[in-house]
């Protein structure tokens, strides 16, 4: 039976967005994939200037309120609990990152010295910008873009608590059109953004699990991975916030500062240490010329994408997470995501790609010639990478207990984020079957994308996607501005 409180408008456009966007990417996902990336580095080079100099501005802006004296706007928000630090921190940590963080800090340093080598760039020197740029992609920046949104949404639930969360419910327009068109992209961010992320973790968890059983990776491991993932998350989903993802966020932050710490202790901890503060030094030394170099390889190829990125999923990190910020102050969720969400990926960041950079050096795994000649993929090099430390297996064993959990936290957060945009009004709990069927629709869309290599393409439309959220953005710190006078006023 069809719930009364149901907004069937958003229910509507996310089911048909899901099946349209499929259709057009799975009826010919090679020429699909071609087209799609020729569109987007078209756009990456036209927008490159507004990615990144707008994003750099938006840290500032954000900075400067958290510090001002509006920062101490405490939102109020109806029928939302009020959780610890620690909670709201695993919560913030594990929506916002999945397990794309521990991928991707074993081994993107190694794009970046590909890249950097064939230029004329000193030795030292390719290094360093190596291992700085993944802290500075999954850095202050990136959280920046995730934070405007739940600035933004709960300043507008403060002062209206009926609104309905999605763009069109926060901006306040009155017309149709407008209205629809800012659904479509609100929902159609989330849905990329989470075909992309799942597409993309799967392989990782099934090569994870091969090499533990020591089995080769087939379709019938990989659909195990994705029903015993489905039912995790889709469990968590259900059951909502507090009795769900609450403790799936708590363990998981346990559970991977417990691993990136023994890492550090039985790896080789001096240099892993020794470069971390080298690192860390160059990465703050250089941080605004990373934020404004335009024109290079890395910055349109990577930055752009990476800003992009960062973009399409905001919608749905935001709104998750002011559901979570009740009574909490303005300066409290901005410090907060932004300071808590940088370090703990820089931390990730620091140990994993000094491991895999010291398997390099010393001649035991040379990665870029491995990614540059395309002799292991990269989840097959992650898996030897970790494979490499003392008790490799038993770490092997950890790695994807924690990358199976990260996925679930931050997918069951994106069900019940849509659950949650799909009511009439804010301040109605989002149903359970709402929140089981989001779940579904999550995982039957990337397990297709996968299997029919479709992956590429979806990723190509999600960072498309983020052209127009960037005009969005303008509107959220201006409806932000507005409304932070508004209540210091009244």
């Not at 629809?180 to 159609?188: C, H, N, R, Y």
């Not at 999923?313 to 995501?337: C, D, H, Y």
């Amino acid at each position: 039976m069809i719930n009364p409180n149901w907004n069937l408008s958003v229910i509507s456009i996310t089911i048909l967005l899901s099946l349209v966007l499929s259709i057009f990417v799975l009826l010919d996902p090679s020429s699909t994939s071609k087209i799609l990336n020729s569109v987007y580095y078209d756009l990456s080079v036209k927008f490159e200037s507004f990615f990144m100099y707008g994003s750099f501005i938006l840290l500032i802006v954000l900075l400067l309120l958290a510090i001002s004296r509006y920062g101490t706007i405490k939102l109020k928000l109806n029928n939302r609990p009020t959780y610890s630090l620690l909670s709201w921190s695993s919560m913030l940590f594990a929506a916002g990152i999945g397990a794309t963080l521990l991928y991707w800090s074993t081994v993107e340093w190694i794009e970046y010295f590909n890249i950097l080598k064939n230029d004329q760039m000193e030795d030292e020197n390719i290094m360093m910008y190596s291992r700085s740029y993944p802290l500075f992609h999954w850095g202050f920046t990136a959280w920046a873009i995730y934070c405007l949104p739940v600035v933004a949404f709960g300043l507008a639930l403060s002062l209206k608590p009926k609104s309905k969360l999605t763009f069109s419910g926060i901006l306040f327009f009155e017309n149709k059109i407008i209205k629809f068109l800012l659904d479509v992209l609100f929902i159609g961010a989330i849905i990329c953004g989470a075909g992309v992320g799942l597409g993309l973790s799967f392989p990782l968890i099934s090569s994870v699990i091969s090499e533990i059983l020591n089995i080769n990776r087939s379709i019938t491991l990989d659909l195990t991975t994705i029903l015993i993932c489905s039912a995790i998350f889709a469990t968590s989903a259900y059951v909502g916030v507090q009795n769900g993802i609450k403790r799936l966020s708590n363990i998981n932050m346990v559970l991977v500062i417990s691993f990136l710490a023994i890492i550090l202790v039985i790896g080789p901890t001096t240099y892993i240490i020794e470069n971390s503060i080298n690192t860390m030094s160059f990465f703050f030394s250089r941080y605004i010329d990373m934020s404004l170099t335009t024109g290079t390889n890395i910055s349109i190829d990577w930055t752009v994408f990476y800003w992009a990125w960062w973009y399409a999923l905001a919608p749905m990190v935001g709104t998750f997470l002011v559901n979570i910020s009740n009574n909490k102050t303005l300066r409290e969720i901005i410090l907060g995501t932004i300071f808590i969400g940088s370090f703990g990926c820089i931390f990730s960041m620091l140990i994993l790609s000094n491991l895999s950079i010291s398997l390099f050096e010393n001649n035991t795994l040379d990665s870029p010639s491995i990614i540059a000649n395309n002799l292991l993929s990269r989840e097959q090099l992650v898996v030897e990478t970790i494979s490499q430390v003392p008790y490799g297996e038993i770490m092997l064993v950890s790695f994807a207990l924690i990358i199976v959990i990260f996925l679930c936290t931050t997918y069951d957060s994106t069900a019940y984020v849509l659950a949650s945009a799909s009511m009439k009004s804010s301040d109605i709990t989002s149903s359970k079957s709402l929140r089981l069927l989001f779940s579904l629709l999550l995982v039957v869309q990337p397990t297709l994308l996968m299997f029919l290599n479709g992956v590429d393409s979806f990723k190509w439309i999600m960072v498309i996607f983020s052209i127009p959220l960037l005009f969005i953005n303008i509107l959220l710190m201006y409806s932000v501005l507005r409304n932070v006078y508004s209540i210091k006023k009244s």
